[in-house]
């Protein structure tokens, strides 16, 4: 009988911690290793319970992927493949690669991975206790946190510029009225730049489930984390000692941006909706009647027939092609959207032809997923299938046909009514949790991939509200429904800064704020920040007032188009910038924390929209309520851009900023290349350059480019390109030797010296002088070249 009680007593102790180890997860922590092998380029290491790999893909890029079980190889964002060079050394306890710009040590019980420079200075390390970690199928990279550690990046998320002490999540979510807390919004990029003791790193997470990361937000600062619900801890660590160069890296393994068509890059207006031809027709009329430069008008969803993707509405647009004819006769490009959701219509081809060929995502069973949106009731194409991709980028010439030439993908978060598609719906192979975050990059893919196909030789512009690491292959984005006040402006401009870091380029925010009305002030105040914003688009919610350049008075528009004036003249050195973005990766609009990293002021709450846009110009964002304001400028000489004022940088100045006069500077020695007033991207102009160069200490150049702005004979070298270099011992301003085939349209160059003394400072022009006539005393001379 004791002995049977004794049995009971232990039958009933392994029960209940088998119910214990039933009901609560484990943390699975990565233990020792057990083998270590070279196979080909990656070196695999084995532990009890999982396994990693090591791949270098170039000096200063390394990919660590951890996995229990490793699936086949595949990335959304990736375009390079790892370099054969995988050399290491092996002692007892670790394992070393080392190469010219990085060292990984990998300590081998417990396997950890820490990066240092090739000379051994920290960069970043795993927490030594709990480094990578499972709690069932999620997974979780702890890493330490140092004392002085910023991090910037994540692209298009709320918050402060320096990510130190907040958390985030990545699921991409349809987020009208989002406030400047909210989080997740619309986009996934998993990348971030680190920065201690003046070093700097990059760390990319392609994991496409709902991903967290944390920068000491809730860990009483003892370590970092970041991690995901699902895949692989899969990374690729960035060693590049400048914010630039990591960015840099970071395209270059997940692809650089085409050229845009160059009409992307004009004047953009756009609301929800213009609701007929008609209408649409007015609103281009009425912007070339007040000269207000101009080069695209939208249709949002209202010119469709109830909604049905590809179709026009046959009584509002009864003729789209006249009406696009129209159009371009008056030098403007028609944008049209397009959603994901297909609505259940017998009848409907595009209904038709997704269900007889299974193109639709499904419950597992094959029930074809219903999700409600704008058309009623919908099927959604599962994007991540190659034939889906051909069969949607077919479709559009229903649009191109009539001769739409740029595609906006709205709701492909992909949004459904009430927000809550199921986990169990399948596109393709995937399960929604897995394929989320990339859904919206793959429709633009397929919109990219379809239109420019159809377009023959003529760049399509896309833009995408949903994105993951690597869509600037694709499209350009835009920040999805921000409000119409002065802190949403500002947020705005830090999310554009932001969504450069993480290689988006040509990006833009709703000028004048989507849901509600602006003020006077505060649309001419935003108008002109737009001016210095890649993407430069008003765009305004169904239930807003009407926001076009003319509905606010005369002296507001006035300022508004004066300033549109401004961003038509700047489109040469624009134009250039987005060259060298699409060499380089480098962003148009960029945080001050690319160029000036290790200056603590530029990420002080004061300080922290202020960004360059492309190599020479600075601009502090102000609050329409404001008539000065105190802008840092950061170390060099600096001259306000409306006056040629000159400033010592270094320090914080309090300037002017009245509503016709953002505070923009320029450095000293900058070279910007500008011409004269034209009304759109089309029209030819007094085929002047106007060169524009602002004295200073230090020698400088700039890449002129320049190509038909339309076509992808650049490619095959049909460019115009010449470094323009100023220099100040010298005296002397080169104009270099032009590369390329193509004709500038440019005939004459005029150089516009700004800050040069007449007496002393007579510049030469690539060895002559003769040529040179002053007509003031700062002012300008015409060459010819
Ligand atoms: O449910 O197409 O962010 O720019 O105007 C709203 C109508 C759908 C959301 C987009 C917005 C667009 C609007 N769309």
């Known amino acids: ?32 290793t057990e ?90 390390e795993d927490d030594p206790r709990f480094g990578t970690n499972w709690q069932a199928t999620r997974v979780v990279n702890y890493r330490k946190l140092y004392k002085d ?21 990545n699921w991409n979510t349809d987020a009208p ?33 709902k991903s967290y990361f944390d920068f000491g937000a809730s860990t009483d600062e003892q370590m970092s984390w970041f991690g995901a619900d699902g895949g692989d801890m899969n990374y690729y660590f960035f060693g590049a000692q400048s914010v630039a160069q990591i960015i840099e890296d970071y395209t270059w393994l997940t692809g650089h941006m085409e050229m845009p068509p160059i009409w992307s890059l004009g004047y953009q207006q756009c609301r929800w909706s213009y609701m007929s031809a008609n209408e649409v027709l007015d609103i281009a009329t009425h912007l070339r009647k007040d000269k207000i430069p101009a080069d695209v008008v939208y249709c949002d969803i209202d010119y469709m027939d109830h909604y049905k993707i590809f179709t026009w509405n046959k009584t509002t647009f009864p003729d789209p092609k006249g009406m696009i004819d129209k159009l371009k006769a008056m030098d403007f490009h028609l944008v049209t959207i397009v959603d994901p959701g297909i609505k259940v219509e017998p009848g409907y081809k595009q209904f038709d032809e997704g269900v007889a060929k299974n193109y639709f995502a499904t419950y597992p069973d094959g029930e074809k997923y219903i999700g409600s949106v704008w058309p009623g009731r919908c099927h959604f194409p599962n994007f991540t299938d190659d034939a889906v991709r051909k069969w949607w980028g077919a479709s559009f010439t229903a649009l191109t046909e009539p001769g739409v030439e740029g595609f906006w993908n709205d709701m492909n978060e992909p949004a459904v009514w009430n927000q809550s598609m199921p986990w169990m719906v399948k596109f393709g ?11 919206g990059m793959q429709m633009a893919r397929a919109t990219f991939e379809g239109t420019k196909k159809i377009l023959g030789n003529k760049r399509p512009f896309v833009l995408t509200r949903a994105a993951y690491s690597g869509t600037q292959r694709y499209s350009a984005v835009w920040t999805g429904d921000n409000s119409a006040y002065d802190a949403h402006m500002l947020l705005g401009q830090r999310m554009v800064n932001s969504l450069g870091i993480t290689g988006m380029s040509l990006v833009g925010v709703d000028i004048g704020g989507f849901s509600g009305n602006p003020t006077p002030e505060l649309m001419v105040r935003w108008n002109s920040l737009g001016v210095y914003t890649p993407m430069f688009r008003n765009h305004a919610a169904h239930d807003t007032k009407y926001r076009e350049p003319w509905q606010w008075g005369n002296a507001n528009e006035d300022i508004i188009r004066k300033d549109i004036e ?30 000036y990293t290790q200056d603590t002021m530029v990420y002080t709450e004061n300080f922290q929209n202020q960004f360059l846009f492309g190599d020479n110009i600075l601009v502090a964002p102000v609050e329409s309520t404001k008539l000065t304001e105190n802008v840092y400028l950061p170390q060099g000489e600096w001259y306000r851009l409306s006056s040629d004022e000159k400033f010592e940088g270094g320090k914080a100045v309090n300037v002017p900023a009245p509503l016709t006069d953002l505070p923009v500077f320029v450095k000293a020695g900058a070279i910007i290349p500008m011409q004269n007033l034209v009304q759109s991207t089309n029209e030819k102009g007094d085929g002047i350059l106007k060169i524009n160069v602002w004295n200073g200490s230090e020698a400088s150049s700039f890449v002129y480019y320049e190509d038909d702005g339309s076509s992808y004979d650049y490619h095959d070298g049909t460019y115009y390109k010449r470094v323009i270099s100023f220099d100040p011992v010298k005296k002397e301003i080169v104009l270099g ?29 690539n060895g002559k002088s003769s040529d040179l006539t002053f007509t003031n005393a700062n002012k300008v001379v015409t060459v010819m070249y």
């Open 1 to 32: 009988m004791k002995r049977y009680c004794y049995s009971l007593v232990i039958l009933l102790i392994i029960y209940s911690s088998n119910l214990f180890a039933q009901q609560h997860m484990q943390a699975e922590i990565l233990g020792n």
């Open 35 to 124: 083998s270590v092998n070279k196979q080909g380029n990656v070196l695999i290491i084995k532990t009890k319970e999982a396994e990693a790999r090591v791949w270098v893909y170039s000096p200063s890029v390394i990919r660590v992927s951890i996995s229990k079980e490793h699936s086949a190889d595949s990335s959304f964002a990736v375009v390079q493949e790892p370099s054969g060079d995988l050399q290491y050394k092996e002692t007892s306890d670790s394992i070393t690669i080392t190469t010219s710009a990085l060292k990984l040590v990998i300590s081998k019980s417990p396997l950890r991975f820490n990066f240092y420079t090739p000379d051994g200075k920290v960069l970043s």
């Open 149 to 169: 550690e910023r991090f910037i990046g994540l692209g298009e998320k709320t918050g402060n510029l320096d990510r130190r002490g907040s958390a985030y999540v």
């Open 177 to 209: 009225n989002h406030g400047p807390t909210t989080d997740p919004l619309y986009e996934t990029f998993p990348f971030f730049v680190g920065m201690h003791n003046g070093l700097t790193y990059g760390l990319f997470f392609d994991n496409t489930h």
């Open 429 to 439: 192979k995937y399960y929604m949790p897995e394929i989320r975050n990339v859904y």
């Open 566 to 595: 401004q961003r038509y003249k700047l489109l040469p050195y624009i134009y250039s910038s987005f060259y060298q973005s699409h060499q380089t990766g480098l962003p148009i609009s960029r945080t001050l924390a690319i160029n």
């Open 737 to 765: 030797t032009i590369e390329g085939s193509y004709a500038s349209k440019y005939t004459k160059v005029e150089l516009v010296l700004h800050g040069f003394d007449r007496k002393t400072s007579i510049v030469k022009v």
